[in-house]
């Protein structure tokens, strides 16, 4: 008769775990390669990223040249490692401004006069009625290109979501028992929002921001790749594809090393975004 053994089920379920955090930890592993190049983008290669070299250029991946080299011959892997700041900064600054966009919308939803509510819920329910990479454009052409304009465009076009979200979580919180009973205390509104509606309604929504940080990363390497944010010579990674689009068929490297650190950066942004809104849900009240 075969007996079960607690003793043999614990590495198991060890095993089982750690297969579980893999993705995770791979995905941490990447980030921190990322943060790496952005803080210190010297320390991974010593030439220039705008330094041209005619001689050198279209040069193939190799040991003098990890990613290649250009039309100009400047050199892929230091463009790549150099543009790893200003891609992050971009998309890092308009989620920023978007979550306390949002908040502040969504808070004075649900805090303020009944008017204030009506108002701003359906200028919020109109933007959410255009595309996101549309509105963005929208904002460009009215304040013009550059990295600046991108980067707020990015971030008044994600604020309608962080907003709805913010709405409905301070809604909970606002009609929860403790709150009501707060009130009935005779607790000053400022600190009744400041003190339990504001940090609940924050919790969720700083799990999603970490989810659409990545997708602010596509959306500023987009508007670069269109000609809207960063200009040649630049290193930026929408600026590095859009200039490798005319070369793919020559020189793939220009386009497929730019895309594959943006692709990276963005998956390992989203695994752990998901990782970090699962264990939010699973300790959340219910």
């Avoid at 011959?73 to 306390?100: C, E, M, N, Y």
């Amino acid at each position: 008769m075969t007996t079960f053994s607690p003793a043999r089920a614990v590495p198991v379920r060890r095993v089982q775990w750690r297969a579980g955090r893999l993705p995770e930890v791979a995905a941490w592993a990447v980030l921190v390669v990322v943060a790496a190049f952005a803080v210190a983008p010297g320390l991974f290669s010593d030439l220039s990223p705008i330094a041209i070299d005619p001689a050198g250029a279209m040069r193939g991946p190799g040991a003098a040249h990890w990613f290649g080299t250009d039309q100009l011959g400047r050199d892929q892997f230091t463009r790549v490692v150099h543009g790893t700041r200003p891609s992050l900064l971009i998309g890092l600054g308009a989620t920023v401004l978007a979550v306390a966009g949002g908040a502040l919308i969504g808070l004075l939803a649900v805090v303020g006069m009944r008017y204030a509510e009506q108002v701003l819920m359906r200028l919020v329910d109109i933007l959410l009625s255009l595309p996101t990479m549309l509105l963005a454009l929208l904002v460009i052409t009215v304040l013009g290109e550059g990295s600046g304009n991108v980067m707020f465009a990015i971030a008044i076009a994600f604020i309608p979501g962080y907003a709805r979200i913010v709405r409905a979580e301070a809604l909970v919180v606002v009609r929860s028992g403790y709150v009501e009973a707060a009130r009935a205390l005779g607790l000053r509104q400022s600190v009744l929002v400041v003190r339990h509606v504001l940090p609940n309604a924050l919790g969720p929504l700083l799990v999603l921001a970490t989810v659409g940080f990545g997708t602010a990363l596509i959306a500023a390497s987009g508007l670069s790749f269109l000609g809207f944010g960063a200009e040649p010579p630049s290193p930026e990674w929408g600026v590095m594809l859009s200039e490798g689009r005319n070369y793919l068929s020559t020189a793939w490297w220009l386009g497929v090393f730019p895309g594959g650190a943006m692709t990276l950066t963005v998956i390992a942004v989203n695994i752990v975004g998901r990782a970090a809104q699962n264990r939010f849900t699973r300790r959340a009240p219910r």
